[in-house]
């Protein structure tokens, strides 16, 4: 389905960073204009300052080993974060047991690589890194682009340029090793600064996003009736 928006629509992901000096630049970041949603270990969740309040467990393949295991660290993380509706998994093809996360609240799975199955009944607007893979649950694809050549660049930004409307950016502030890159983060929050600054993009937190498909508002109007059928 082909949906028309008003303003592309962004969000910004970034593991917890370890350094304190870090620590105190995002949340100034965060508190100040657009939401972040950072994620990591349960414990270094718990010893992020209280300011931050977008949150998205980290999950490890031993830790989805088994569905015993699974919901376990599901209820850990749920005694810290009562409102946790995200969890990071490197591939979410591993990760099998979709009714127990919708059960425990879960709705949105940040990954790597999709899996193989989608839901036919909740069609993902055309060219967005998301799909839904059971009724109440979304995947959605990091966005970690590899620094590129002056060419690639220009190519990128052509492809930029021809982009339609409301489409949808990941931007994940992680390194090649999947830590907070402070490099990273800065330019991404400078960029997007710059584009609300402008009033050109909405900017939305992880667990934000299945409601957000959902509304009304940010839903576009189907470019034909066939295409809606």
């Keep these: 389905m082909e949906y028309q928006s008003l303003s592309d629509t962004h969000i910004v992901c970034a593991p917890v960073p370890v350094d304190n000096r870090h620590l105190e630049t995002v949340v100034d970041v965060q508190t100040r204009e657009f939401p972040i949603s950072w994620y990591g270990t349960l414990d270094t969740l718990e010893n992020m300052p209280l ?12 830790d989805i080993a088994s569905k015993h295991r699974f919901r376990m660290k599901l209820h850990s993380a749920r005694r810290s974060f009562p ?119 909405t900017v939305i937190s992880l667990d934000q996003l299945p409601e957000f498909i959902s509304s009304t508002s940010s839903r576009a109007v189907p470019t034909s009736i066939l295409k809606a059928a």
Excluded at 51 to 62: G, P, Q, R, S
Excluded at 105 to 114: A, K, M, N, R
């Design 51 to 62: 300011a931050i309040e977008t949150v998205c467990l980290e999950m490890h393949l031993k």
């Design 83 to 201: 409102n946790l509706k995200t969890i990071v998994a490197p591939k979410a093809g591993r990760v099998h047991y979709h009714d127990l996360l919708v059960e425990e609240g879960i709705s949105v799975i940040l990954t790597q690589s999709y899996s193989t199955t989608s839901s036919p009944r909740r069609p993902t607007p055309m060219g967005w890194p998301c799909r839904n893979v059971q009724w109440g649950l979304w995947e959605v694809s990091r966005d970690t682009p590899k620094q590129q050549g002056r060419i690639q660049n220009l190519w990128s930004s052509m492809a930029r340029k021809r982009e339609r409307p409301g489409t949808l950016r990941i931007w994940d502030a992680a390194s090649e090793k999947g830590t907070y890159d402070h490099k990273k983060f800065c330019g991404a929050t400078r960029r997007i600064h710059k584009l609300v600054s402008k009033k050109s993009v």
